[in-house]
């Protein structure tokens, strides 16, 4: 999955970085994959706090950049990349919060209509999920039912505290 999204950063990744001339040309490949990589832990990091509803719930329906600029998990993960282009890449608070503001949502958005789209595979929503639990008997359908507004007598899982206890072994 990291794999694949680095590589969507790299599709979006122009204007921002590899043009940028705050980012020397020499840091350009470092900076895609920290943007990437920074995705991905912040949400594997959600899920290993017991958000994985609020994380499934982003990844379900159509998003927008825009939108997706106030999400706090977004924010977060703005300001993590922001912090590290700021000490790694030699480029100013400012900047880098401008550089990334701009990609992270984007890349983003294209993210989740990736997952979302069943005309393509390189996303899904399951094995994203159970990677990032760390739990590969994740029951997707419970989970998916719970952000659905599935009620906990119809969904052995019951409440929130339940998902991440059968998750984490709690």
Not at 34 to 60: D, P, T, W, Y
Not at 72 to 79: G, N, T, Y
Not at 110 to 135: A, C, E, R, V, Y
């Amino acid at each position: 999955m990291l794999d694949q999204l680095v590589k969507l950063v790299e599709q979006n990744a122009g204007v921002a970085i590899v043009k940028n001339q705050a980012i020397p040309n020499q840091f350009n490949k470092a900076a895609i994959q920290e943007v990437a990589g920074s995705i991905f832990s912040s949400l594997k990091g959600q899920v290993a706090q017991g958000n994985m509803q609020q994380v499934a719930s982003m990844f379900q329906g159509k998003s927008s950049a825009s939108s997706l600029v106030n999400n706090p998990m977004v924010s977060q993960i703005i300001s993590s990349v922001a912090s590290t282009f700021a000490s790694k890449f030699g480029v100013s608070q400012a900047q880098a919060q401008s550089i990334v503001s701009g990609l992270v949502p984007t890349v983003m958005n294209q993210f989740i209509n990736k997952t979302n789209d069943p005309k393509d595979n390189s996303f899904d929503l399951g094995s994203m999920m159970k990677t990032m639990s760390g739990n590969s008997n994740l029951d997707l359908g419970s989970l998916l039912g719970q952000v659905a507004g599935g009620n906990s007598k119809s969904n052995p899982l019951g409440a929130l505290g339940g998902l991440a206890g059968k998750l984490f072994g709690k």
